[in-house]
């Protein structure tokens, strides 16, 4: 970054060689960001550390889930292309709940329900991934799975996917 970028702000000097674009004099990033934060409030209530915390457990059970898929020799992209459109899926769902928690109040208990939900859902499937890779788990990891499963209002059964939390049978 150079060092003259926060004199350029400052006086609307930014040019495209700084990485920043100006457009009719206003900086286009501070646009975008602004568009991003609206979207952001209005479908999820604002960008909370669960939805972060969300967020990196679903980037790292894709990743991990790919690795496992490579080393066992099983990857397929349509596997790939659902699994997809099941991350997408779980923003969905939190889009739900947030808006359900509008109608009802505003209180953001069914979001932050469904959050954990997805959040113990994550982890179980990044510790089944590591088992695939034949990687070690630390007990911690394994003991926060119970923590976020009580948090989001009940347990997994034993006959539940770990992926979808649907019935096997």
Known sequence: MPSDLPG????GRCTREMGVFVVG??????????????ITGYFFG???????????????DFATGFVAAWINGEL????????????V???MFVTVAHVIDGVLGDMHYIRDAV?????????????????KMGMPMPPAL??????LE???????????????????E
């Open 46 to 60: 604002g960008w909370t550390a669960m939805l972060n915390a969300l967020l990196v457990l679903v980037v790292i």
């Open 142 to 147: 394994i003991n926060a799975v119970a923590v």
């Open 8 to 11: 350029a702000l400052l006086f």
């Open 115 to 131: 959050i954990f939900f997805y959040l113990a859902n994550e982890l179980l499937s990044i510790i089944e991934n590591a088992g």
């Open 150 to 168: 009580a948090k989001s209002g009940g347990k997994k059964g034993e006959n539940q996917d770990a992926d979808t939390g649907t019935s096997k």
């Open 89 to 91: 899926g779980i923003f």
């Open 76 to 87: 397929k992209s349509m596997k790939g292309y659902i699994g997809i459109a099941k991350k």
């Open 25 to 38: 004099g206003e900086v286009e990033v501070s646009k975008t960001a602004a568009i991003i934060g609206a």
